[in-house]
């Protein structure tokens, strides 16, 4: 894929006495590495769509504000699959994953438009990573901890194929083999399923929290 992504500006991401006290040669903790992830979302988010949105001439109405939907929800989710309810986050990152496939269909991508969607949030996290490190030592970043985030973001790029063949698919059963354009109904029904999901997040990081 052709790279989109101008490279980040030099900036720094204070986690707290307790990251930077550590004693040397320690890995960073999960814990550590969520809180540097759910610090990062904004920036994250904004790189993200503003990729999405120079890939199409027009969104189209109701489009831009579902992405957005779609965006917040992931950059919640991500930071959980790296804490202890991790397998459970996983669950509903897949779903959220799928359903951003579905709606890529709809929208009239390819199924590798979708795919290049979805890994700019791949080469965003890497990014930052290096030029925003969580710790100031890059040797406490775990590779256990790369390697699961990785994962989790290679499992969204599958889901997300996933959701878009499965419309295809569905449009295809039912005759058109087109999928339904993006209707008001249509745009109604995605924004429920997303906030039924958004619920189930709340939850997690309320049992994540203590809160």
Same mark, same amino acid.
Not at 9 to 27: E, F, R
Not at 60 to 77: K, N, P, R, S, T
């Given at each position: 894929?052709?790279?989109? /992504?101008?490279?980040? @500006?030099?900036? %720094?991401? %204070?986690?707290?006495?307790?990251?930077?006290?550590? @004693?040397?040669?320690?890995?960073?903790? +999960?814990?550590? #590495?969520?809180?540097?992830?759910?610090?990062?979302? !904004?920036?994250?988010?904004?790189?993200? /769509?503003?990729?999405?949105?120079?890939?199409? !001439?027009?969104?189209?109405?109701?489009?831009?504000?579902?992405?957005?939907?779609?965006?917040?929800?992931? =950059?919640?989710?991500? +930071? =959980?699959?790296?804490?202890?309810?991790?397998? $459970?986050?996983?669950?509903?990152?897949?779903?959220?994953?799928?359903? #951003? *496939?579905?709606?890529?269909?709809?929208? *009239?991508?390819?199924?590798?438009?979708?795919?290049?969607?979805?890994?700019? =949030?791949?080469?965003?996290?890497?990014? &930052?990573?290096?030029?925003?490190?969580?710790?100031?030592? @890059?040797?406490?970043?775990?590779?256990?901890?790369?390697?699961?985030?990785?994962?989790?973001?290679?499992?969204?790029?599958?889901?997300? %194929?996933?959701?878009?063949?499965? *419309?295809? #698919?569905?449009?295809?059963?039912?005759?058109?083999?087109?999928?339904?354009?993006?209707?008001?109904?249509?745009?109604?029904?995605?924004?429920?399923?997303?906030?039924? &999901?958004?619920?189930?997040?709340? $939850?997690?990081?309320?049992?994540?929290? *203590?809160?």
């Amino acid at each position: 894929m052709a790279d989109h /992504l101008a490279p980040w @500006p030099a900036q %720094s991401v %204070s986690l707290g006495p307790a990251a930077h006290s550590a @004693p040397a040669g320690t890995h960073l903790e +999960p814990a550590e #590495f969520s809180r540097w992830l759910e610090a990062q979302a !904004e920036p994250l988010r904004e790189r993200w /769509l503003a990729d999405v949105r120079g890939r199409s !001439e027009s969104l189209g109405h109701g489009v831009d504000e579902l992405l957005e939907a779609f965006m917040d929800l992931f =950059l919640q989710i991500l +930071p =959980l699959t790296l804490g202890p309810l991790r397998s $459970t986050a996983e669950a509903v990152w897949i779903q959220v994953a799928e359903l #951003f *496939g579905s709606l890529a269909a709809q929208r *009239g991508l390819a199924a590798g438009e979708v795919i290049e969607e979805f890994q700019v =949030l791949r080469e965003a996290v890497i990014r &930052l990573l290096w030029a925003s490190p969580p710790v100031r030592e @890059p040797s406490r970043v775990a590779l256990r901890e790369v390697l699961r985030l990785n994962r989790v973001l290679d499992r969204g790029v599958t889901h997300a %194929s996933v959701g878009h063949t499965d *419309g295809l #698919f569905f449009a295809l059963f039912q005759g058109s083999g087109v999928p339904e354009s993006l209707t008001d109904d249509i745009r109604y029904e995605i924004r429920e399923q997303l906030q039924a &999901l958004e619920t189930e997040v709340k $939850t997690l990081r309320r049992v994540v929290t *203590g809160d």
